[in-house]
């Protein structure tokens, strides 16, 4: 990778310790141009009113798929939206409260403490204050930690988990294990959904061997939320994310097909899925990954906790041949391996959808030739 990845381009501020410096206005480096700022509340009120909010899926606690009505489920929901809730999900609600407060006492700790696990660019593993290498980039109000869980070739070794709290790293791996067991089951679904076998996602994405990372996501209260946005538009480029969400600050939103943005209430005890990049290139865009972006407020800090599902790192991924047709040809080619796909993501942070578009651009350049 090349040498701008082996460090931050400008010295790393914590989010964090900038909002608990009591500041009243934000540094300009966090500013975004009018057109990337959040829209009035209000707007966004009307939509949560007149139910325009995501699907939510049943999964029954595990229960089997008779007759076909959750792949149906999951078929309308990735086909409408590509961002669903889960319920009766089988994650214990107790492992997930256990796992979100373990990474709230992280970012209680003292700024000192967290900066031993200060993170770089190249691997991302640890404490971190920005996505992306970009000098003099606009930045987002938040903080993070990032860990790989899966597979056990690729583990974060035991330097990069926080020594405190001390039930940090069990907790989390344990929360890690439960909420892979939900994404192979997600995977199932999908795959029938499309109407194909069900082991075939999990095959052509590496079988056993798929990746896990997880962030803990810390968005500090803002001064001027209006101006600002705790995670800039991005779509995710694994295959799944789950995330655990805060029940009572409300942060995320989803750009609805018709690009409006709409902010995600979450449901007691519930995960928020989305699709991701690998899915819209396996299954060549019949399921399209969906951008999102945090938006952040003055009252309340908010933390989440994203387990992002991703393909082995060095298995090529292209459309399934199934779903391609002469009607309805690969859009995504070459096949790209996910370890070569993130090279772009960890360099450049969050732009919305235009990686993928790349891709698209690649075949349309090549089928011209
Ligand atoms: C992410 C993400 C949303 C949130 O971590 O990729 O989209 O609500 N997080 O923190
Ligand atoms: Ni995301």
């Given at each position: 990778?090349?040498?701008?990845?082996?460090?931050?381009?400008?010295?790393?501020?914590?989010?964090?310790?900038?909002?608990?410096?009591?500041?009243?206005?934000?540094?300009?480096?966090?500013?975004?141009?009018?057109?990337?700022?959040?829209a009035p509340a209000a707007d966004d009120d009307d939509d949560a009113s007149s139910g325009a909010s995501i699907p939510v899926v049943d999964l029954g606690n595990g229960s089997d798929d008779e007759g076909g009505q959750l792949a149906e489920a999951v078929a309308v929901a990735c086909r409408g939206w590509g961002?669903?809730?889960?319920?009766?999900?089988?994650?214990?609600?107790?492992?997930?409260?256990?796992?979100?407060?373990?990474?709230?006492?992280?970012?209680?700790?003292?700024?000192?403490?967290?900066?031993?696990?200060?993170?770089?660019?190249?691997?991302?593993?640890?404490?971190?204050?920005?996505?992306?290498?970009?000098?003099?980039?606009?930045?987002?109000?938040?903080?993070?930690?990032?860990?790989?869980?899966?597979?056990?070739?690729?583990?974060?070794?035991?330097?990069?988990?926080?020594?405190?709290?001390?039930?940090?790293?069990?907790?989390?791996?344990?929360?890690?294990?439960?909420?892979?067991?939900?994404?192979?089951?997600?995977?199932?679904?999908?795959?029938?959904?499309?109407?194909?076998?069900?082991?075939?996602?999990?095959?052509?994405?590496?079988?056993?061997?798929?990746?896990?990372?997880?962030?803990?996501?810390?968005?500090?209260?803002?001064?001027?939320?209006?101006?600002?946005?705790?995670?800039?538009?991005?779509?995710?480029?694994?295959?799944?994310?789950?995330?655990?969400?805060?029940?009572?600050?409300?942060?995320?939103?989803?750009?609805?097909?018709?690009?409006?943005?709409?902010?995600?209430?979450?449901?007691?005890?519930?995960?928020?899925?989305?699709?991701?990049?690998?899915?819209?290139?396996?299954?060549?865009?019949?399921?399209?990954?969906?951008?999102?972006?945090?938006?952040?407020?003055?009252?309340?800090?908010?933390?989440?906790?994203?387990?992002?599902?991703?393909?082995?790192?060095?298995?090529?991924?292209?459309?399934?041949?199934?779903?391609?047709?002469?009607?309805?040809?690969?859009?995504?080619?070459?096949?790209?391996?996910?370890?070569?796909?993130?090279?772009?993501?960890?360099?450049?942070?969050?732009?919305?959808?235009?990686?993928?578009?790349?891709?698209?651009?690649?075949?349309?350049?090549?089928?011209?030739?």
């Amino acid at each position: 990778m090349a040498d701008c990845m082996q460090e931050w381009p400008e010295p790393v501020v914590r989010v964090q310790a900038l909002a608990e410096s009591g500041l009243d206005s934000i540094p300009r480096c966090y500013v975004k141009p009018p057109c990337d700022r959040p829209a009035p509340a209000a707007d966004d009120d009307d939509d949560a009113s007149s139910g325009a909010s995501i699907p939510v899926v049943d999964l029954g606690n595990g229960s089997d798929d008779e007759g076909g009505q959750l792949a149906e489920a999951v078929a309308v929901a990735c086909r409408g939206w590509g961002f669903f809730q889960v319920v009766n999900h089988g994650v214990r609600p107790e492992l997930m409260r256990a796992a979100r407060e373990a990474w709230h006492g992280f970012f209680r700790l003292p700024l000192q403490e967290k900066q031993k696990y200060a993170n770089s660019p190249r691997t991302y593993e640890g404490y971190g204050s920005r996505l992306g290498v970009e000098k003099g980039a606009i930045l987002d109000w938040g903080d993070y930690y990032f860990l790989v869980l899966s597979p056990d070739a690729a583990k974060s070794p035991a330097k990069y988990w926080p020594a405190n709290p001390g039930i940090c790293k069990e907790v989390s791996e344990e929360y890690g294990r439960e909420v892979i067991k939900l994404c192979e089951r997600l995977m199932r679904l999908l795959s029938a959904s499309l109407g194909l076998d069900e082991t075939r996602f999990q095959e052509a994405f590496g079988g056993a061997d798929c990746g896990a990372g997880l962030r803990a996501n810390y968005y500090p209260r803002c001064p001027q939320p209006d101006l600002t946005l705790g995670l800039s538009a991005h779509s995710d480029p694994g295959i799944l994310t789950v995330l655990l969400a805060d029940d009572h600050v409300r942060g995320l939103q989803v750009r609805r097909r018709d690009g409006h943005w709409v902010t995600v209430q979450p449901l007691p005890d519930a995960f928020i899925v989305n699709v991701g990049d690998q899915i819209e290139i396996l299954s060549n865009s019949m399921y399209k990954s969906v951008e999102h972006r945090v938006i952040v407020n003055a009252e309340e800090e908010r933390i989440s906790l994203a387990l992002f599902y991703n393909p082995r790192g060095d298995v090529p991924v292209a459309p399934a041949p199934e779903l391609v047709t002469p009607e309805r040809p690969s859009l995504y080619y070459p096949p790209m391996t996910f370890d070569e796909y993130r090279v772009y993501v960890r360099k450049n942070g969050p732009k919305g959808k235009a990686q993928l578009e790349a891709l698209k651009g690649q075949s349309i350049t090549e089928k011209k030739e």
